[in-house]
């Protein structure tokens, strides 16, 4: 019975040690601080000086344009009637928005902020 119990343990922990936070994939960064730019130059007759931003978020990094950042952990917090995705480092911890499965916003409420919408899920 003992030795069950054990193999049924194991058989959990492997499980979640594959399980994800659910927002790996390939996502595009928009700033309506960006935006503002884009709006000055488009006014001056050139377009789009400022592009969007590719961001990969992994199982435990977030690599853009070449750099990878490693976080001890990415998870889902729940506060409230709101959900976060939480990526930490060491004591630090970084929290962006999750609007919906395919939407984040980091920096909210901010001339910082920034969207960020999935184009690409890591299958």
């Known amino acids: 019975m003992k030795l069950t119990k054990w193999f049924v ?4 922990s492997l499980s979640l040690l594959g399980c994800g936070h659910g927002f790996e994939g390939e996502y595009s960064a928009k700033s309506p601080s960006l935006d503002i730019v884009n709006g000055f ?5 050139v377009n789009n000086v400022v592009g969007s ?9 977030v690599e853009t344009e070449g750099k990878r ?8 917090r729940e506060s409230g009637s709101e959900k976060y995705l939480i990526f ?5 911890e970084e929290a962006w928005k999750i609007v919906d499965d395919n939407t984040l916003v980091t920096g909210e409420n901010t001339i910082a902020s ?10």
């Open 53 to 61: 931003q590719k961001i990969v978020i992994g199982s435990d990094y």
């Open 41 to 45: 130059a488009n006014a001056l007759g």
């Open 114 to 123: 920034v969207t960020l919408k999935r184009i690409d899920s890591k299958k």
């Open 69 to 76: 950042e490693n976080y001890s952990k990415i998870f889902v």
């Open 88 to 92: 930490k480092s060491g004591e630090n």
């Open 9 to 12: 343990v194991l058989g959990l």
